[in-house]
């Protein structure tokens, strides 16, 4: 069955270090991958979006990475703030772009 | 401002009476997309519309219908809402399904 894991369900880090975030899949074949930050009682906002053919994507302190052979995206944010501090989502569509699956998030926390 | 608007925001209902959440966005967009997101269950897609009248289920469709008979509007309709459909729920619109999509801000639904 399908299925996407992300590294458990809370991180909490020091500010100032690099956080990172895994998303791995089985069964899929995805065209891209999609990461989302999630506020409590808020709906997720995009952050970003990495292609099957492109190994890594930043923005500005954030970096996805896409190992489409170990089935895996890496999501980091360097120089971490207590304002990075909410739940983070991957979102997979099923190689037709128009069904997607989502992670059930992880749960992070930069310790001031 | 770029939104997509979901009403209501909170609502307790009966077993059985039938709703209408709707949800609208002023972006023009042609993809949008219903979800329910329960703890430990994570964001679970339930019907997306590639244009309007264009219809398709998710992976949690049952008990649920939609319809987009304009661009700008997706409503979601419990026509027997039950126990187990209390959940969040969030509405999503993207200009195709392969770009970031923006969510609502949220629906909470009790049925009891």
């Known amino acids: 069955s399908q299925k996407i894991e992300q590294n458990s369900e809370a991180l909490n880090i020091q500010e100032g270090k690099t956080a990172t975030l895994t998303c791995n899949y089985t069964?899929?074949?995805?065209?891209?991958l999609q990461w989302y930050r999630q506020d409590p009682g808020r709906g997720p906002v995009f952050l970003l979006l990495?292609?099957?053919?492109?190994k890594e994507k930043r923005k500005e302190r954030l970096k996805v990475t896409f190992d489409t052979t170990l089935k895996q995206s890496l999501f980091h944010i360097t120089a971490s703030q207590p304002a990075d501090s909410a739940t983070y989502l991957c979102?997979?569509?099923?190689?037709?772009?128009?069904?997607?699956?989502f992670g059930t998030g992880t749960s992070l926390t930069v310790i001031p | 401002e770029a939104q997509v608007t979901q009403n209501p925001r909170y609502l307790i209902t009966v077993t059985g009476k039938k709703l209408t959440v709707t949800c609208s966005q002023n972006m023009n967009h042609e993809y949008m997309s219903w979800y329910r997101q329960d703890p430990g269950l994570g964001l679970r897609q339930i019907y997306y519309?590639?244009?309007?009248?264009?219809?398709d289920k998710g992976d949690v469709p049952e008990g649920y219908k939609v319809s987009r008979k304009e661009k700008r509007n997706f409503p979601l309709i419990l026509e027997s809402p039950s126990p187990n459909q209390t959940s969040l729920y969030f509405c999503?619109?993207?200009?195709?399904?392969?770009?970031?999509?923006?969510f609502g801000q949220g629906t909470r639904l009790t049925v009891v």
């Open positions: 999503a619109s993207s200009s195709s399904g392969a770009t970031e999509a923006f």
């Open positions: 069964n899929y074949s995805p065209a891209y």
């Open positions: 990495i292609r099957e053919n492109e």
């Open positions: 979102a997979l569509d099923l190689d037709t772009g128009n069904q997607f699956y």
């Open positions: 519309s590639m244009n309007v009248e264009v219809t």
